[in-house]
């Protein structure tokens, strides 16, 4: 299976960090990518991580541990905005194609 | 430039209509997707074309038939749909099918089988 496990839902108050972690099974795995969705919108693309470290993004950062089957997205100085789903998603190839298979999100509140 | 775009928003049909959605990207990409997102759910990869063939099918009941007609454009034919099919339908676009590609999505149609 491709099976990719995240919190269901985070709170968090503006201007605080939170960190939203990601598992995935490592069979065929291809690479981890971080879209976020608003309510009604479509999923945006944040950060892609194919190797083991840490990417930084402005205010987002993205970290991978291919050996753990493990990631996570570091939001800092959070605004209100910043309330949406976090999805994690991993590229799995199939017959030198990638599929994504999404997580089922992270719905994060960012509260005053 | 990073849209892509979907016709129509919003759409009702019949279980016995035909109707057909579109989403078009003008970013020179060749893979294409089709992705169903039912509410507070993920989205989920129906079909991947790349270089206007279908390379993936994720075993998608036939009353789903996808069509591209050249490197711009995607379809996705509707006929004989259920009510369960209701949910958001998204379009996606990456430079290629290819590892490492990070997809592009469009606004999606929201669809509702009555």
């Known amino acids: 299976g491709q099976n990719i496990d995240q919190p269901t839902e985070m709170t968090a108050t503006e201007g605080a960090i939170v960190q939203i972690n990601c598992t995935y099974q490592t069979s065929g795995f291809n690479g981890l990518f971080w879209y976020q969705q608003h309510a009604g919108e479509a999923p945006t693309f944040l950060s892609y991580?194919?190797?083991?470290g840490l990417e930084e993004k402005g205010r987002f950062s993205s970290f991978l541990s291919r050996s753990k089957g493990y990631s996570y997205l570091l939001l800092k100085e959070l605004q209100m905005k910043d309330s949406a789903s976090y999805l994690c998603?991993?590229?799995?190839?199939?017959?030198?194609?990638?599929?994504?298979?999404f997580g089922t999100g992270t719905r994060l509140l960012v509260s005053p | 430039d990073t849209e892509v775009t979907q016709t129509p928003k919003h759409l009702v049909m019949g279980m016995t209509n035909k109707k057909s959605l579109k989403c078009e990207q003008h970013m020179g990409h060749r893979a294409m997707y089709w992705y169903k997102q039912k509410a507070k759910k993920p989205p989920e990869l129906m079909f991947v074309y790349s270089y206007e063939k279908l390379s993936i099918n994720e075993s998608v009941p036939s009353r789903f038939s996808p069509e591209c007609p050249n490197s711009s454009l995607l379809n996705l034919h509707l006929h004989a749909l259920q009510p369960e099919d209701s949910a958001l339908y998204l379009c996606a676009s990456s430079q290629e099918a290819g590892g490492g590609r990070e997809q592009y999505f469009g606004p999606g149609t929201r669809l509702t089988v009555t």
């Open positions: 998603a991993g590229g799995f190839m199939n017959t030198g194609f990638q599929k994504l298979v």
């Open positions: 991580n194919v190797l083991d």
